[in-house]
């Protein structure tokens, strides 16, 4: 049997597994004891298919199982797609005890475990995460959704896997410009909540780029204990798990003014990032050493020029809201978030404007 780590995320009588290893799949792992009743359903894509379905369905013993590929994108993460699932289900008279398998990136894991939450009220999903991105983020920690027209993640509900299957092995397919924008959610757990982590990304760095599966299991591990310590903390984001959107604020706006797709979602936090350190006050040095590491995982540092009423209309703050709400994530210190309101608006305008 291939070596693997466990991590816990503590959620009471919710509470799951993390399994991490390489080679899991391909190497005998038992998914069975994780499915509770008779059936599942593989939810996938097209892409993903023909790489990894087989492997996951043979770590799946004496259960009726079926598979539904769906197509590739961002674009495809809607209700139509959540819908399709659905039908499946039915059709093929699933019952209350099934389990879902989303098996695929942060697209897949939403829409599937956003289906697994509204299917009879609600049945048990797993997660088998194939991007860096979902394996560090987001198939964990319960949030399932779809994008409405009106915006991003607007559709979904809180709905926690069974366990998170995280096969390192499955990042050898997976693109160079996947695997950067995935390290971003990585250095952002560095900075939000531990410092010798990120020094260690410091070190590292050239190991996680060449995917060297010891570096990138530290770094899987180190970031999921991260989020499954915050998760456990605060579940439905009633307070500190904000601390996990550093640098989305900015993000979400480059994103939203840029159209999406241009960036990845990874691109635009890793400028997000050193925008959000730049606002906290800290030290220069600590937001060069940030934005350094940023740079050294091939991210971007800097916004494309973006008007700044277009971003401050984006972050959902025009001027006559200014002076409103608005909370940013903030580091008081390099390796420690907090949310907050207490920011300079003359240095968010120079944040803002990089090329002025
Ligand atoms: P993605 O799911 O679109 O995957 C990126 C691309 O890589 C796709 O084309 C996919 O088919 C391909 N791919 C996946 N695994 C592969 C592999 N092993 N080998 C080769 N190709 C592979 O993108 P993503 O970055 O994984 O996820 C982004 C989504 O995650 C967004 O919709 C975002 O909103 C969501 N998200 C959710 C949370 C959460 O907490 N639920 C957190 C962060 C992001
Ligand atoms: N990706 C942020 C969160 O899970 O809360």
Redesign the pocket.
């Known amino acids: 049997m291939t070596e693997q780590q466990q991590i816990s995320v503590d959620l009471g009588d919710r509470s799951y597994p993390i399994v991490i290893g390489s080679g899991l799949l391909s190497g005998g792992f038992d998914l069975s004891p994780y499915i509770g009743g008779s059936t599942c359903l593989v939810v996938t894509?097209?892409?993903?298919a023909p790489?990894?379905q087989q492997a996951l369905i043979d770590s799946v013993h004496d259960r009726h199982i079926e598979t539904l590929a769906l197509p590739?994108?961002?674009q495809f993460?809607t209700l139509d797609t959540m819908v399709s699932i659905l039908d499946r289900l039915t059709s093929a008279g699933f019952s209350r005890d099934t389990t879902l398998i989303a098996l695929?990136?942060?697209?897949?894991?939403?829409i599937t475990?956003f289906a697994a939450a509204c299917y009879m009220r609600g049945v048990d999903f797993i997660q088998v995460?194939?991007?860096?991105?979902?394996q560090v983020?987001?198939?964990?920690?319960?949030?399932?959704?779809v994008?409405h027209a009106a915006g991003?993640?607007l559709v979904?509900a809180f709905h926690q896997p069974r366990m998170v299957l995280i096969d390192t092995n499955?990042?050898?397919?997976?693109?160079e410009r996947?695997l950067k924008?995935?390290l971003a959610?990585v250095i952002k757990y560095g900075a939000i909540a531990d410092l010798e982590f990120l020094a260690w990304l410091e070190d590292n760095m050239p190991a996680l780029l060449d995917k060297d599966p010891a570096a990138l299991a530290h770094a899987i591990r180190r970031s999921c204990e991260l989020k499954a310590e915050v998760v456990s903390d605060d579940e439905r984001e009633a307070g500190r798990r904000a601390i996990?959107n550093f640098g989305h604020t900015f993000g979400h706006a480059i994103e939203r003014c840029q159209g999406y797709g241009d960036w990845?979602?990874?691109e635009a936090v890793a400028a997000g990032m050193v925008m959000a350190a730049e606002l906290s006050g800290i030290p220069q040095g600590d937001v060069d050493r940030l934005r350094a590491l940023i740079k050294a995982a091939g991210l971007p540092v800097v916004s494309p020029k973006i008007d700044e009423d277009a971003m401050r209309n984006a972050m959902g703050m025009d001027k006559k809201v200014r002076s409103g709400q608005l909370r940013f994530v903030l580091l008081d210190s390099l390796g420690h978030a907090v949310v907050s309101s207490d920011y300079d608006d003359a240095v968010l305008s120079r944040v803002l404007s990089p090329a002025a």
Do not use: F, M
């Open positions: 894509n097209e892409t993903i790489l990894y590739d994108g961002e993460k695929g990136g942060g697209v897949i894991g939403d475990g995460p194939t991007t860096l991105l979902a983020d987001s198939s964990v920690g319960g949030k399932t959704g994008n991003k993640n979904g499955t990042l050898s397919t997976l693109p996947q924008a995935g959610e996990l990845l979602h990874g």
